[in-house]
């Protein structure tokens, strides 16, 4: 399966835990993204990566979120401090950018559901 | 501010019908505009997409219409199957300014096609 994979699947936390998230992108792409998800709503967008560069940061990535992707490959997203309302679905997408004079097209993960208790 | 809108939460149809699904959005500096479809549990799943150069793109049984004066599009599923069952998101990009290309989504519309 050459797809966007995400571990793990699901994660239950005790408040004030720290959780790391990690996604591994379709292996040509070099754009990066992560999402949130709520129930009843669409994905949120959190961050960006271009390769190894953080590019783009949401308003909704507080101080308490970290992404890194090292070498450009794989990216974990790191929690700290998890609060119940940090319990959602996160999701992971990536892309080969805008090609061919189109738009940009993000192929999704799995997502990882984060439930914080 | 939701700038992408999906108005229909659910919609149910009979097997064989049409399914259509409806999108508005707000930012006039949208340039593209894709559907996924999602099933519980899992992220979602890329359908089709459409250039605002265009109004209509169609791939098999689905059919993406753009109506840019209005801020609309649609997607069209012919003939509707069980398996289409799922919730249907639209979502919009905008050429970037500083490199990232972030989508922005609807709430989403849950369709049931009714065997």
């Known amino acids: 399966d050459t797809g966007v994979s995400q571990n793990p699947r699901h994660k239950i936390t005790k408040r004030g835990q720290n959780v790391t998230f990690r996604c591994d992108p379709i292996s040509e792409h070099n754009r990066l993204y992560w999402y949130r998800q709520t129930l009843g709503q669409g994905p949120e967008f959190l961050t960006y990566f271009q390769n190894e560069a953080q590019l783009e940061k949401s308003r909704l990535l507080s101080d308490r979120f970290s992404a890194e992707r090292p070498k450009g490959s794989f990216s974990t997203l790191e929690i700290q401090r998890t609060e119940q309302g940090d319990s959602a679905m996160y999701l992971c997408?990536?892309?080969?950018?805008?090609?061919?004079?189109?738009?940009?097209?993000?192929?999704f993960g799995p997502g990882t559901r984060l439930l914080v208790l | 501010d939701q700038q992408v809108k999906q108005n229909s939460p659910s919609l149910s149809v009979q097997e064989g019908r049409i399914s259509i699904l409806n999108c508005d959005y707000t930012n006039s500096m949208f340039d593209y505009f894709l559907w996924y479809k999602k099933y519980p549990a899992e992220g979602p799943t890329f359908l089709i997409s459409?250039?605002?150069?265009?109004d209509k793109n169609e791939d098999g049984r689905f059919t993406v219409f753009l109506n840019k004066s209005a801020k609309h599009l649609s997607l069209h599923i012919v003939p509707s199957q069980p398996g289409d069952s799922a919730v249907y998101f639209c979502a919009a990009s905008a050429l970037p300014q500083t490199g990232a290309n972030n989508l922005f989504f609807g709430t989403g519309t849950r369709l049931t096609v009714i065997p």
């Open positions: 997408a990536s892309s080969l950018g805008r090609t061919g004079g189109l738009g940009e097209t993000q192929y």
């Open positions: 459409i250039s605002s150069i265009k």
